[in-house]
């Protein structure tokens, strides 16, 4: 099924929003054709002038020599493994700009105490394009990005190939490694991770797969015997009385609105993942199951199951995959989205203390970085919970297509605590990218809708580079410097 058709078949009967609410959004055209415990309260209720870049620019630097994780490749021996370019940002002056570009020179000539500690992220924003360096052979300044894409033109397939398996070639040396380099792993998956080595990569990212080669397969065989003995302890209790049972009436009402391409309509799709969140909700009783747990669910399914078929997911209208590889798949995605959730389980404990922290320091960050439109959204009477509590509690999943998604998922993994913090700033450049737009809305319908169904359906990964790139460069600023925020 085409964007369009899908677009068109969610859409029939949309619903137009009366009132706000913090749990009454929808699910761009999908959710808006359905009978949503977001909206309607089945079961459990819910609840500065524009950045353009804020790049840094540093004259009259020496390229500084990178630790190659190439060097560390070669200095071991291989033993067989598991089975982007963006738009520039405009730049703008400001005074943290002034001090970064000091602190970025004395760093770069060796300069300073802390010049170790900051190097790292330097390299970063190097690789982002957000420096401009001296190129030592040629004396002429340039920049390190990469062009603004021209709607009609297409990159040279062979060229794009080149690089894609450059990428493949690098991630399978790496993966190779008897002990992998994890730091290694996590720089080079900043930027995206291939489609082929995804999966094993995600796992070693989140802490699933132990770095050791040799102890990996052993690992996974008991981690999965493990997940199905709790099926066997505990699945049958989804029948009795109280809130077992409850629970399980939830998580059947969430299934078939969690995503809607015709794989996650499938009967034994959705038993599959109706056994994952329920098994899970059993097992950590401090929070239970939480609607929005379920979109969490789809990307680590998308990308488990993506080796065993042909085609893209969100196309296939069926699919033949043995029974031993989805039980694989099943387990597999439990034990990543456990460590997922551990990771931010503030997010799902009563009162949900950590998407109420997150959401005031977003509105806190966007006041800063784009007084016009914080005061726009305040005159409108629009509190941020109205719009951005679903942002967070289902990390943008219902707000980007899947394969967006699963890119900003490479990244997020990559980062530590990526899934928290990263993702505050990646909200607030999602704000600052649509300032133009929504200070044009002139009522609380129009701007609240507009919030519900940002335009980005026809987003790719270039899209998401380009978001990514714009939220490092918040954090970079304003973490581990609350002071700019007060």
Known sequence: MSKQDK?????????????????????QAFDSAQSDAWSDGDESSETGSQLSGLSLEVQEVLQTPRA?????????????????????????????????KSKALSVIKG??????????????????????????????????????????????????????????????ELLKLPNLDLDA????????????????????LAGYL???????????????QEYFGFIDQYYHTRAEEGNNSKTFHQIQLDLPRTNPCATFQMEHVQRIL???????????????????????????????????????IEDIKNFAVGQAFLDIIEA?????????????????????????????????????????????????NIDYLHFSFRWMNCLLMRELPLNCVIR??????????????????????????FSAELRQKGDFQSAIMFLQQLPTTEWNDRDISLLLAEAFQLKYMFHDAQGHLT
């Open 274 to 312: 109706e056994r994952i969140l329920y098994i899970w909700s059993i097992r950590h009783p401090g929070s239970g199951y939480v609607q929005g747990m379920n979109d969490l669910l789809v990307p680590f399914f998308t990308v488990f199951l993506t080796p065993h078929i042909d085609g893209d």
């Open 111 to 172: 300069k300073g105490p802390k010049s170790q500690s900051i190097l790292p992220q330097l390299n970063r924003l190097t690789c982002l394009g957000l420096l401009t360096v001296l190129d030592n052979k040629t004396s002429m300044r340039r920049t390190l990005s990469a062009p603004t894409p021209v709607a009609s033109e297409e990159p040279a397939p062979k060229q794009e190939t080149t690089v894609v398996y450059s990428r493949l070639e690098k991630f399978q």
């Open 7 to 27: 677009k068109s078949f969610w859409r029939r009967s949309a619903k137009p929003v009366a009132t706000p609410s913090p749990g009454g959004t929808s699910f």
């Open 68 to 100: 190659s994780s190439s060097a560390k490749i070669e200095s071991q021996s291989t033993n067989t493994p598991l089975s982007s370019s963006r738009p520039r940002a405009q730049t703008s002056a400001s005074t943290p700009t002034k001090n970064m």
């Open 408 to 433: 900003l998922w490479d990244t997020y993994q990559a980062e530590v605590n990526g899934f928290a913090t990263l993702h505050l700033y990646t909200c607030a450049a999602m704000m600052t990218r």
């Open 332 to 380: 597999d995605c439990y034990w990543c989205l456990s460590i997922l959730l551990d990771n931010i389980q503030d997010n799902y404990i009563a009162a949900q203390p950590g998407i109420q922290k997150r959401i005031q320091a977003l509105k806190d960050l966007i006041s800063r970085i784009d007084a016009p439109l914080h005061e726009h959204l305040t005159k409108l």
């Open 210 to 224: 132990p770095a050791n080669v040799e102890r990996r397969e052993t690992t996974l065989q008991r981690k999965r």
């Open 185 to 204: 792993l996590r720089e080079l998956s900043w930027s995206g991770i291939p489609k082929a080595v995804r999966p094993t990569t995600w796992m070693l």
